[in-house]
């Protein structure tokens, strides 16, 4: 079976839009502003975003305020044309999602269902708040299972009936494009996903 490639298909969706009709509005799931800066170039030229911030996996508030405040200064330094929500800091959710799975190796099924608590919170406010398309920065990283992302984005589409935007953010050189805009930024880039178990192995 071949491989799909979700670049090419947001490419395609792309090309496919009318001229004339009304820019799409996108909802970009984001993970921390290095990742963000990797994507953003793909989708301004075509489509009105904005970010939603929403990481109940980062293991301190410290973290989530930083990675937070670094997303808000890169947009304004960069003079993005986007709009930037926060929400609140409650790992809760994360940690009752985790259970049982504390153990399991970075990139199994407790990074896969990471993915759908971060991503259904996406689809929510997508829906809610009347969006064309949803999508996560998630697929920049060349660590992230970019087929397992779409698939749950894809699930979530249909269940909340809003579509989700295929991505694999990496490709035509987009992780590449994130080290460079990280560098001229200055942008704060953590060496761990984020959760207190990708920090532990990173130490381990």
Same mark, same amino acid.
């Given at each position: 079976?071949?491989?799909?490639?979700?670049?090419?298909?947001?490419?395609?969706?792309?090309?496919?839009?009318?001229?004339?009709?009304?820019?799409?509005?996108?909802?970009?799931?984001?993970?921390?502003?290095?990742?963000?800066?990797?994507?953003?170039?793909?989708?301004?030229?075509?489509?009105?975003?904005?970010?939603?911030f929403y990481n109940p996996n980062m293991d301190t508030?410290?973290?989530?305020?930083?990675?937070?405040?670094?997303?808000?200064?890169?947009?304004?330094?960069?003079?993005?044309?986007?709009? *930037?929500?926060?929400?609140?800091? #409650?790992? =809760?959710?994360?940690?009752?999602?985790? &259970?049982?799975? +504390?153990?399991?190796? %970075?990139?199994?099924?407790?990074?896969?269902?990471?993915?759908?608590?971060?991503?259904?919170?996406?689809?929510?406010?997508?829906?809610?708040?009347?969006?064309?398309?949803?999508?996560?920065?998630?697929?920049?990283?060349?660590?992230?299972?970019?087929?397992?992302?779409?698939?749950?984005?894809?699930?979530?589409?249909?269940?909340?009936? *809003?579509?989700?935007?295929?991505? #694999?953010? =990496?490709?035509?050189?987009?992780?590449? &494009?994130?080290? +460079?805009?990280?560098? %001229?930024?200055?942008?704060?880039?953590?060496?761990?996903?984020?959760?207190?178990?990708?920090?532990?192995?990173?130490?381990?």
């Amino acid at each position: 079976m071949n491989k799909r490639n979700y670049r090419r298909e947001m490419d395609a969706l792309v090309a496919s839009l009318p001229p004339d009709s009304p820019r799409p509005k996108v909802l970009l799931h984001v993970c921390c502003a290095p990742c963000f800066s990797g994507c953003i170039e793909s989708l301004t030229d075509w489509a009105d975003v904005t970010l939603l911030f929403y990481n109940p996996n980062m293991d301190t508030a410290e973290e989530y305020r930083k990675r937070a405040v670094e997303l808000r200064r890169f947009c304004a330094d960069a003079r993005l044309p986007v709009e *930037v929500v926060i929400e609140e800091y #409650d790992p =809760k959710p994360f940690y009752n999602m985790a &259970r049982g799975l +504390e153990n399991v190796p %970075e990139g199994g099924e407790r990074c896969f269902k990471c993915y759908e608590l971060r991503m259904r919170e996406a689809a929510l406010y997508a829906r809610d708040h009347g969006f064309d398309y949803f999508t996560t920065t998630l697929t920049l990283s060349p660590l992230k299972n970019a087929d397992k992302i779409n698939s749950i984005g894809e699930m979530l589409g249909s269940i909340y009936g *809003v579509r989700h935007l295929p991505s #694999d953010f =990496k490709k035509k050189d987009g992780y590449k &494009r994130s080290i +460079e805009l990280s560098k %001229e930024y200055n942008l704060y880039r953590q060496n761990y996903c984020g959760c207190v178990y990708s920090r532990r192995d990173v130490l381990a």
